[in-house]
């Protein structure tokens, strides 16, 4: 069985963060590994605190985990402050993992903000190198890129600028802005078109983080990044489509939609 890793917050909710990646994980026969970064009180309708671990008992969860069952493949979700971002990135100086894939979280579907501009220039300018695949949604993308994306040539224009900060491989993600499910996945030489089905939704807490946990779950199993973001993005949109329909406000998925 092969092993990733999400370093991430826990959303008591359950349908984002890392409890939607141990269930991503789960359901791609992979053994799901968690660094706690950060714990978040949070439902569908909104974010109410957020309380992050101490520098000491993150070093040590990198510690425990590459001291002994090393993931074929890892996620990163919410980062917490620079204090944290910064021990992440000595720690990947360190491990050198392999397989990194960078959801660069910023905002909660209900559109609170998730990183203050302090650690965002710290998490923008020494962090996103490492991604292997960097997964951005439109919203992160504009912010990080600091221009708009108001068309699909914009969408493409985000992409090269964040290989150019760094990033090996971006899944530059339309979603749904573009009356359309399409996505880019650029590798730094190719535009490949991802064109999924456009689902009229408001299931959709925690779909980011269900697909960055899919394409690392899928890379650990040994696909291709093509092939891993491709069926990420297939098994995203069926936990989307086969949704719950629970809480008030975004509902999660269904990430178990293929268990009878
Ligand atoms: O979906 C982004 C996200 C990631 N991680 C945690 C969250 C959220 C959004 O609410 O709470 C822990």
């Known amino acids: 069985m092969n092993a990733v890793l ?20 789960t359901m791609h026969n992979t053994f799901g590994m968690v660094i706690v970064l950060s714990v978040v009180a949070v439902n569908t309708k909104g974010v109410y605190g957020f309380s992050q671990m101490s520098a000491d008992i993150v070093q040590k969860q990198y510690d425990a985990v590459f001291g002994d069952i090393v993931p074929k493949a890892l996620k990163t979700g919410l980062m917490g402050t620079s204090e944290l971002i910064k021990i992440s990135i000595d720690n990947f100086k360190k491990y050198k993992p392999q397989n990194v894939v960078i959801d660069p979280v910023m905002f909660a579907k209900s559109g609170a903000r998730l990183i203050n501009d302090e650690d965002f220039k ?3 300018n020494e962090f996103i190198q490492y991604a292997d695949i960097l997964t951005p949604n439109k919203l992160e993308s504009e912010l ?13 224009d ?45 299931n959709d807490h925690g ?22 973001v491709t069926k990420a993005k297939l098994y995203t949109q069926n936990a989307m489509e086969f949704a719950p329909n629970l809480g008030e406000g975004r509902g999660p998925l269904n990430h178990m939609f293929n268990l009878k």
């Open 158 to 202: 985000s992409a090269k600028k964040l290989i150019d900060l760094g990033a090996k491989s971006v899944i530059a993600k339309g979603g749904k802005y573009f009356d359309k499910a399409l996505d880019y996945f650029y590798d730094g030489k190719d535009f490949y078109e991802l064109e999924g089905k456009l689902l009229n939704t408001t």
């Open 122 to 124: 710290l998490y923008k």
């Open 6 to 25: 999400t370093i991430a917050g826990s959303d008591c909710s359950g349908g984002s963060g890392l409890e939607a990646d141990l269930k991503t994980f």
């Open 207 to 228: 779909a980011g983080c269900t697909l960055s946990a899919a394409i690392a779950a899928n890379l650990a199993n040994g696909m291709s990044k093509l092939d891993a």
């Open 144 to 156: 990080i890129c600091g221009f708009e994306i108001n068309n699909l040539e914009r969408l493409k």
